[in-house]
């Protein structure tokens, strides 16, 4: 049975139902217990299942990301919240060169099967070390997996995947996806890691989306259907492992690329996208050179409109669609 | 080829534990001088009453955390020296298929959850063990080694507060071997000893000869016993001396020859031989047949190495996912 969920319920459903499940799973961070999180995500899980499982901890993020990597090669499945992204730069070494590693450092014998969520993106007018879209840094390193969810459905899905992934994965959410509704099923189920998914089918333009930017780029297609245009939407939802197959796909029906996302669009993962279909066969397909979408070259400012001009907006997309449907 | 302990011999037990590490290293050195071996490591030469004494403090379900400088841990622990040595030569046979080296040997059977290339990199891991340790409620210890130079690492504050708040059964042991690469400990900290520092964290320090392997294993065995009856984390500080540079590469141009010498004045082999052998539980005969045993030992090792097959390329990406 499903019903209207948000998404920060969504992965609070997810989280709930994980630990109901799994007794070696458990949640960290910072004020996730009475604070209920920074978000409100894990709001009610510490009445439910107690400061044990839902720990309250100090401001140590490195600490931290090493107390989940120790917790998860001894046995358990821990969920480690960063409060924001911006954060996770002060986890930077236990996560790359310790969770990621030791499994192929130690030959194979190491299982790190631990998930750090971490809310992620702008929108929030809090400006340059509140607001960071890191998640292409992550899915450069190998031993890693990156998803970021788009939808309440995916959120609960794609949360409980990772949880029963043996690998480290960062679970990237975004800060204002959280109030956004859709349909969840009430009972456990997982969405795999590394499939994306078709969000919208189309003939005329593919336009690969990432979180946030999901939403934004199903509005752009909405309004330019109006003129007879249709647009394929792809949400990679993994960011690794990467789908290149189901872009490909989409990219030989329709001949034409958008590729969007909120980190900075230099060397991030529309390069790679883009990489991805120009060695294919795909790239025969192409009428219109591709258009990448992406952060502006600065940090994210605090002003609204300034914040807003920073990353890809619904008319940004629209105007995209547009140039490559009119080569 | 496990260095197997007979409970009947304990103190000599300790000896083998040490001539062992000993032999191996200066093998490994001899190996790196040939050019058998690749890339740089790090010999612990000096050192080895710490890991013999804390490692002897252990059960066989406890768990250690090593650092760059970690043969001895490894081979206190009980490793295999044959995966080891063949490890050390990039062999598909060893601990990690060859794909680690000297700084990231683990054994995760012995409990052995690696060595670390980066300082006080595994101090986080091991809150993640107590905890999990703590969670799971069994009795296990977890021993996170690391030098001087760790404890001016943030991790290792993070590390020691995470542990005091939590009451994890942690034992940080601290090698202190005076100089962190060419820093010598007194410049690099504003207090005397590394002990004090546990003091900011309310965790009992205490600092011992470490090179005297019966001090260390008293201090570790009250440690652990400390840990295993849930009253929480020490810091342990053994104040020793590495007798080799930093790396294969240290001109060694911060201390002098001087001061080198005075350290292997107190060797701590020699010392607990001259011990054993005053208490009569030695005998200058048997004293050369454990380190025969041991260069045997690390020689039958090296042959394991030589004989095993290099790790096929085609495996190269195995095992970077579970």
Not at chain 1, 248 to 269: C, D, F, P, Q, W
Not at chain 2, 147 to 176: K, Q, Y
Request: hydrophobic share 45%; aromatic share 6%; charged share 20%.
């Amino acid at each position: 049975m499903t019903r209207s969920l948000t998404y920060a319920e969504a992965i609070r459903e997810g989280l709930r139902q994980a630990m109901a499940l799994d007794p070696s799973v458990f949640l960290l961070g910072e004020d996730i217990g009475v604070y209920g999180g920074a978000f409100g995500v894990t709001d009610g899980l510490l009445a439910i299942y107690g400061p044990e499982r839902v720990r309250d901890t100090p401001i140590s993020e490195a600490g931290l990301a090493g107390c989940a990597i120790g917790a998860a090669l001894t046995g358990m499945r821990p969920v480690l919240e960063i409060q924001f992204m911006d954060f996770i730069t002060l986890c930077m070494e236990q996560l790359v060169l310790q969770g990621a590693k030791v499994r192929y450092m130690f030959g194979g014998k190491a299982r790190v099967p631990m998930v750090l969520r971490t809310p992620a993106g702008s929108g929030t007018g809090a400006a340059a070390q509140h607001s960071e879209s890191l998640e292409a840094w992550f899915a450069h390193v190998p031993g890693l997996k990156v998803v970021a969810p788009a939808t309440p459905v995916d959120a609960k899905g794609l949360l409980l995947a990772s949880i029963r992934d043996d690998n480290p994965v960062i679970f990237v959410e975004h800060k204002l996806l959280y109030r956004t509704k859709g349909e969840v099923p009430e009972e456990p189920y997982t969405v795999p890691l590394g499939a994306a998914d078709v969000k919208r089918a189309g003939s005329d333009v593919t336009v690969v989306a990432t979180s946030v930017m999901v939403s934004r780029a199903l509005e752009a297609a909405e309004q330019v259907s109006r003129d007879g245009v249709s647009v394929e939407v792809v949400d990679l939802r993994s960011i690794r492992p990467l789908d290149v197959d189901t872009v490909l796909a989409s990219v030989r029906k329709t001949g034409r690329v958008v590729i969007v996302y909120e980190a900075v669009r230099t060397l991030g993962i529309g390069a790679e996208i883009a990489a991805r279909i120009a060695e294919s066969d795909a790239l025969y397909h192409l009428h219109a050179p591709i258009i990448r979408l992406g952060g502006q070259e600065c940090p994210i400012p605090y002003n609204r409109a300034l914040e807003r001009a920073a990353v890809p907006q619904v008319d940004d997309i629209l105007a995209a669609v547009r140039q490559v449907v009119a080569v | 080829m496990k260095t197997a302990i007979p409970p009947t011999d304990r103190g000599v037990s300790r000896l083998r534990t040490m001539q062992l590490i000993r032999a191996f290293e200066e093998k490994a050195g001899e190996l790196f001088a040939l050019g058998k071996m690749h890339g740089t490591m790090h010999l612990s030469i000096g050192q080895e009453a710490v890991a013999a004494g804390v490692c002897g403090a252990l059960g066989p379900d406890d768990y250690i955390l090593s650092t760059h400088r970690g043969h001895g841990h490894c081979l206190a622990r009980g490793a295999d020296v044959g995966r080891m040595m063949a490890e050390f030569l990039g062999k598909d046979t060893g601990y990690c298929r060859g794909r680690g080296g000297s700084m990231h040997i683990a054994d995760l059977d012995s409990g052995n959850l690696g060595a670390n290339g980066i300082v006080a990199g595994g101090l986080p891991i091991a809150t993640g063990v107590g905890l999990s340790i703590t969670m799971r409620k069994t009795s296990q210890v977890c021993v996170a080694f690391f030098g001087d130079g760790a404890t001016n690492e943030g991790a290792f504050h993070e590390s020691m507060n995470l542990a005091a708040i939590w009451h994890l059964p942690i034992v940080f042991v601290c090698e202190n071997n005076q100089y962190a690469m060419s820093m010598p400990v007194t410049a690099a900290m504003g207090v005397d000893r590394i002990s004090a520092r546990g003091a900011a964290y309310n965790v009992p320090g205490e600092t011992v000869d470490g090179m005297d392997v019966r001090a260390v294993e008293a201090a570790a065995g009250a440690a652990v016993r400390r840990a295993r009856a849930g009253e929480g984390p020490t810091l342990l500080e053994c104040v020793t001396y590495r007798y080799k540079g930093h790396s294969k590469s240290d001109p060694q141009r911060y201390r002098t020859r001087d001061e080198v010498e005075a350290w292997q004045g107190r060797d701590p082999i020699t010392r607990y031989e001259a011990q054993l052998m005053a208490e009569g539980a030695l005998t200058p005969e048997r004293a050369e047949e454990v380190a025969a045993e041991a260069r045997a030992a690390v020689e039958e090792a090296l042959r394991f190495a030589e004989a095993s097959p290099e790790p096929d390329p085609a495996t190269l990406l195995e095992d970077v996912y579970a």
